[in-house]
């Protein structure tokens, strides 16, 4: 499996827009940075709200919105695995796929070079430029697999 891409650093990104650095949206971005998850608005407010009280959702979303604005953060709704929640993720700076587990909700990544491929032969067929692009995809992962195969196995035995 390739490395995935390298993330953005959204602190340098912004200070290099010269967007002012408050103490809550530096929290903030060093809770989105430095996740190994994949967070949503409510999840990032609590975290922050362990490191300041004083941070409400409202600034959350602000700081999302203005991240999203820049392309410093990707939206994404993970096959909807838990209902309409969307997910925050720093942008990298190669596209890569999300892999969904619909019993555990686990998300995994993958990069691969097909996916930038497809990319440009999409570009190039249907002369469009595209600017960002997103693949998901749903099932079971390795773990989830792994409980259900001794079901499956002792039934096959039993009918023999």
């Known amino acids: ?38 967070l949503d608005a409510e999840s990032l407010w609590k975290l922050a709200a362990r490191k300041d009280p004083r941070i409400n959702l409202a600034t959350i979303y602000r700081t999302l919105t203005l991240l999203k604005r820049y392309g410093l953060v990707d939206e994404l709704d993970l096959m909807h695995i838990e209902g309409e929640k969307h997910y925050y993720e720093v942008a990298r700076l190669r596209s890569h796929i999300h892999l969904a587990c619909f019993q555990c909700g686990e998300i995994q990544e993958f990069q691969t070079p097909l996916f930038s491929r497809l990319s440009k032969q999409v570009e190039q067929e249907c002369n469009f430029n595209i600017k960002t692009g997103r693949l998901e995809f749903g099932g079971l992962c390795s773990k989830c697999r792994q409980k259900e195969r001794p079901a499956t196995d002792s039934s096959t035995q039993q009918k023999s």
């Open 1 to 38: 499996m390739e490395q995935l891409a390298p993330r953005r650093n959204l602190r340098d990104e912004l200070k290099d827009r010269g967007v002012r650095m408050t103490h809550q949206r530096e929290i903030v971005l060093d809770l989105i940075q430095g996740s190994a998850r994949h």
